[in-house]
């Protein structure tokens, strides 16, 4: 026979079970968020940069930009064998001055 | 009954056939690897944009180049209003001086 009070006591526990499985769920519904809201952030950096490189670029080309100039700023920059091969640059460069 | 003179037309009418679907494999190899050619190159274009594009930003961000100029720059550039608004450019721009 099922008490009054155990049948309270019961549905205490259902109820705990299920805030435990809401928060979980919240947590998980959170953290999707964030990652797609990382990836859009991501995306707008990485477009940014494209739309920044193909105006200097651009400049270089037309002969507005110093090419000299751009090559050792990249000189500077990159670090990466490939990279630098994508701008003629030799891939030693282990330490500068 | 069949001559020779048939066989040897029947033959060369085979070897023709084969020819061309020879040529039209070559034809669609070369396609191919054409597309691939240029797909990489875009690819390294891309590349190179992000790169210098990346640069020229941490310049920026270390206060090594002046922010004014590299938004003045894409100003001028960007045409496109979900381009420009990745700079916190006004969309409108129809006729410039």
Request: a positive charge; zero cysteines.
């Amino acid at each position: 026979m099922i008490t009054n009070i155990e049948k309270a006591q019961q549905r205490v526990k259902e109820l705990e079970e299920k805030l435990k499985q809401a928060k979980a769920l919240k947590q998980k519904v959170e953290a999707r968020a964030k990652a797609a809201e990382n990836k859009q952030k991501r995306a707008y950096d990485t477009r940014r940069k494209i739309l920044v490189g193909a105006a200097i670029l651009a400049k270089v080309e037309r002969g507005e930009w110093p090419k000299d100039k751009m090559l050792e700023m990249m000189n500077q920059q990159l670090t990466r064998a490939d990279d630098r091969l994508l701008f003629d640059l030799p891939a030693v460069k282990e330490t500068g001055s």
